[in-house]
């Protein structure tokens, strides 16, 4: 029974209307005497009779009632044996357990063993079997509260591992010649990540190599996709593949690492030696990227070959170039996906030049994030934005 020093939460009595008692009961004596009680404890309860295990594991296959007293010693099940099967079949049923006056320690160990509470024959009062059910439903109801935000947080610290993953680290040399700006805003549609993924590396020869991605979809089969992607072009890279070689590896790894025969990525990827104007690009059914210098914006598309994921084939090597000054961003379609602020009109990648134009006197981390903030904003009216968005600026600094 309820003891002092373990209350149970707060009744709101005006939340339980028309429960529904299931009584798991082999004497009918004594069953009588409970529906007395519940019809005397002023309950506004329909009580449902069971004489064995079998027979309530029947109603239980049919309906679930607000609550289940269960007697201790069936026919077909004894002691606590009794309440573990009840469990499994629902183990979201509040439960009360009866027990004899000789077999109180098995109301004890019931509760130790998931029962909300006990009540021993003989002993129960109407207002006491009124206030046992009561807090038993309202027991449950707070443990599987207490359950499910538990759950919440097991995800949402896997998630916060997974964006660390998409989020990585730079690894570029002292005074690396370039300078880089690089934004990630993850969905937070239905609480789950998306698998949009960027990194930039510098290797040995000075050369910075620069890529995001997109992996179709949300959730976290396309967040640990883009993680294993992120890391295979990294470790690509470092072991000196470039161009369609290091898309023709990733293509191979997507197709071993992804949970769904449909799932497909974008890719950016750009190369930039140390020197001269002229850099590689290599576009595996990405975006285009913006231009950003002397107070301008323009497209650059490089030609290219379909996504990761549905392409066999080459993917050819393009010359863009990025002279001292200017800065090319590279995007996920997710900043140009949301609406334009205009009825049902999406932004477009028309709409984000113009935005983009507006905003080209300014530098290159101020223009990067007005850059989101105003494409953030045409959204808001419909929602906001509703897929992730990755951004990664590249500037040359030296020639």
Same mark, same amino acid.
């Given at each position: 029974?309820?003891?002092?020093?373990?209350?149970?939460?707060?009744?709101?009595?005006?939340?339980?209307?028309?429960?529904?008692?299931?009584?798991?009961?082999?004497?009918?004596?004594?069953?009588?005497?409970?529906?007395?009680?519940?019809?005397?404890?002023?309950?506004?309860?329909?009580?449902?009779?069971?004489?064995?295990?079998?027979?309530?594991?029947?109603?239980?296959?049919?309906?679930?009632?607000?609550?289940?007293?269960?007697?201790?010693?069936?026919?077909?099940?004894?002691?606590?044996?009794?309440?573990?099967?009840?469990?499994?079949?629902?183990?979201?049923?509040?439960?009360?357990?009866?027990?004899?006056?000789?077999?109180?320690?098995?109301?004890?160990?019931?509760?130790?063993?998931?029962?909300?509470?006990?009540?021993?024959?003989?002993?129960?009062?109407?207002?006491?079997?009124?206030?046992?059910?009561?807090?038993?439903?309202?027991?449950?109801?707070?443990?599987?509260?207490?359950?499910?935000?538990?759950?919440?947080?097991?995800?949402?610290?896997?998630?916060?591992?997974?964006? +660390?993953?998409?989020? #990585?680290?730079? !690894? %570029?040399?002292? $005074?690396?010649? *370039? =300078?880089? &700006?690089?934004?990630?805003?993850?969905?937070?549609?239905?609480?789950?990540?998306?698998?949009?993924?960027?990194?930039?590396?510098?290797?040995?020869?000075?050369?910075?190599?620069?890529?995001?991605?997109?992996?179709?979809?949300?959730?976290?089969?396309?967040?640990?996709?883009?993680?294993?992607?992120?890391?295979?072009?990294?470790?690509?890279?470092?072991?000196?593949?470039?161009?369609?070689?290091?898309?023709?590896?990733?293509?191979?790894?997507?197709?071993?690492?992804?949970?769904?025969?449909?799932?497909?990525?974008?890719?950016?990827?750009?190369?930039?030696?140390?020197?001269?104007?002229?850099?590689?690009?290599? +576009?595996?059914?990405? #975006?285009?990227? !913006? %231009?950003?210098? $002397?107070?301008? *914006? =323009?497209? &650059?598309?490089?030609?290219?070959?379909?996504?990761?994921?549905?392409?066999?084939?080459?993917?050819?090597?393009?010359?863009?170039?990025?002279?001292?000054?200017?800065?090319?961003?590279?995007?996920?379609?997710?900043?140009?996906?949301?609406?334009?602020?205009?009825?049902?009109?999406?932004?477009?990648?028309?709409?984000?030049?113009?935005?983009?134009?507006?905003?080209?006197?300014?530098?290159?981390?101020?223009?990067?994030?007005?850059?989101?903030?105003?494409?953030?904003?045409?959204?808001?009216?419909?929602?906001?934005?509703?897929?992730?968005?990755?951004?990664?600026?590249?500037?040359?600094?030296?020639?």
């Amino acid at each position: 029974m309820t003891e002092a020093g373990n209350a149970p939460p707060p009744v709101d009595e005006t939340r339980h209307h028309n429960l529904s008692l299931l009584l798991v009961e082999d004497d009918r004596g004594d069953a009588v005497l409970v529906e007395e009680l519940v019809s005397d404890a002023l309950i506004d309860a329909e009580v449902v009779w069971a004489p064995s295990m079998a027979h309530a594991e029947k109603l239980l296959a049919r309906t679930r009632p607000d609550c289940v007293l269960l007697d201790m010693n069936l026919p077909d099940s004894e002691g606590t044996a009794a309440l573990r099967h009840v469990l499994e079949l629902d183990s979201t049923m509040p439960i009360v357990v009866l027990t004899g006056l000789a077999d109180e320690h098995f109301g004890v160990s019931a509760v130790a063993s998931g029962a909300q509470d006990y009540l021993i024959k003989g002993r129960v009062e109407p207002d006491m079997l009124r206030r046992a059910v009561l807090y038993a439903v309202e027991r449950k109801r707070a443990e599987l509260t207490a359950v499910d935000l538990h759950a919440s947080q097991l995800r949402a610290r896997e998630n916060a591992r997974l964006e +660390r993953g998409l989020l #990585p680290s730079p !690894l %570029l040399l002292d $005074d690396p010649g *370039v =300078d880089i &700006v690089a934004r990630y805003r993850p969905s937070r549609a239905n609480a789950l990540l998306g698998g949009d993924f960027y990194d930039f590396v510098q290797t040995p020869d000075r050369t910075v190599h620069v890529m995001v991605g997109d992996v179709a979809g949300h959730g976290p089969d396309e967040a640990a996709l883009g993680v294993a992607l992120r890391i295979a072009w990294r470790a690509l890279t470092f072991a000196g593949l470039r161009g369609t070689d290091r898309m023709r590896e990733l293509n191979r790894i997507l197709r071993v690492e992804r949970a769904g025969s449909g799932l497909f990525a974008t890719v950016m990827s750009l190369a930039i030696p140390p020197t001269g104007p002229l850099i590689s690009a290599v +576009r595996a059914g990405h #975006p285009g990227m !913006l %231009l950003h210098r $002397d107070g301008q *914006v =323009d497209w &650059v598309i490089p030609p290219g070959a379909p996504a990761l994921g549905v392409h066999l084939g080459d993917w050819p090597t393009d010359r863009v170039e990025l002279p001292v000054g200017a800065g090319l961003v590279l995007l996920t379609d997710g900043l140009f996906e949301g609406h334009s602020g205009r009825g049902n009109e999406r932004l477009g990648e028309d709409g984000l030049l113009e935005l983009a134009r507006s905003l080209a006197h300014l530098p290159g981390a101020e223009f990067v994030d007005a850059l989101i903030e105003g494409a953030e904003q045409r959204a808001h009216a419909r929602g906001g934005i509703t897929d992730d968005i990755a951004v990664v600026r590249v500037e040359r600094l030296t020639a």
